[in-house]
């Protein structure tokens, strides 16, 4: 994708009304046709972003053994490590495949607000993460990073109103204590070939209101479909941010922005398609209680909503428990 989309937040966050509006308008453009665009200019810090990085990849260098002191304690638990072939994205879309090619460390929120009583959303969202005990700095650089990426999801929330011509802050009241999730993934080098239908991640759509990819500069294997129906590479752009609309989003929007379906894919040897491949991905979720409903700018005159209201906690959860194994 030579056209692959890359917008400037830092030049909207400066520009003039009219210029602000113009950009917006560039952005629902975007989110109409593949829903995934860069994000250059964003502010967050190169230190930041390389203290994450490079902790993440110490940790998937440690030896199976040791790795697995940080897993989840059972079957289910969102927080930890996840072994190899624990999960197939693709069944979160009734897809039955051979499970994805990767492993990964996840972390949920960094605290728990006060009020929150529903049994599912302490033992779901706001359960611990497991914190390894190596490398040393591990959760103080995630955490750092994970502060980081609040920030940012509230921005492009931000213009994303804008986008949909409502208020700038029209989304801050369901993102007051985002339930979201922090996601490092390593695709171990592969010294046999996949399965038949085996991918690194299944072909599957994500589930909140926006996701911020930071893929391994120069890697081959993300692609998507386009209006077309094709295939199509989504190539890393370097110092930006990949971001790509998830289901509420959709839901929100009527449809009217897409929540692409992507996966990761083996590239060819010659590629580098067996080689070790990281990335992190933030997914932004709205308040567990939050209530998605189609935004009426975004319903025609006569039309109805495609979708019934959910509320973002237990939709999530039902999404998550599709995709992973829940038997030892």
Known sequence: MSAFPVFDLGRFEQASAAERRAMAAEVDRICRSTGFLAIANHGVPAETIDGVWNKAHEFFDLAPAEK?????????????????????????????????????????PLGTPEGIQDKDALSFCYAPTIWPAAPEGFADAWKAYYAAMEDLAARIMRLFAAALELPEDFFDRYIKTPISALRALNYPEQTVPPRPGQLRAGAHSDYGSLTILLPQEGSKGLEIITPDGEWTPVPPVPGAFVINIGDLMARWTNDRWVSTVHRVVNPP???????????????????????????????????????????????LMSKFRSTTKTAA
């Open 68 to 108: 697995q002191k940080a897993r989840a304690p059972y079957p289910g638990y969102p927080y930890g490590y996840l072994g190899p072939e624990l999960e197939a994205l693709a069944k979160s879309r009734g897809v039955d495949t051979p499970p994805d090619l990767k492993e990964s460390f996840n972390g949920g």
């Open 269 to 315: 040897a010659e590629e580098g398609g067996m080689a070790r491949r990281q990335s992190l991905a933030f997914f932004h979720q709205p308040d567990w209680d939050a209530e998605i409903a189609c935004i009426e700018p975004c319903l025609a005159p006569g039309e109805k909503p495609k979708y019934e209201p959910v509320l973002s906690g237990p939709y």
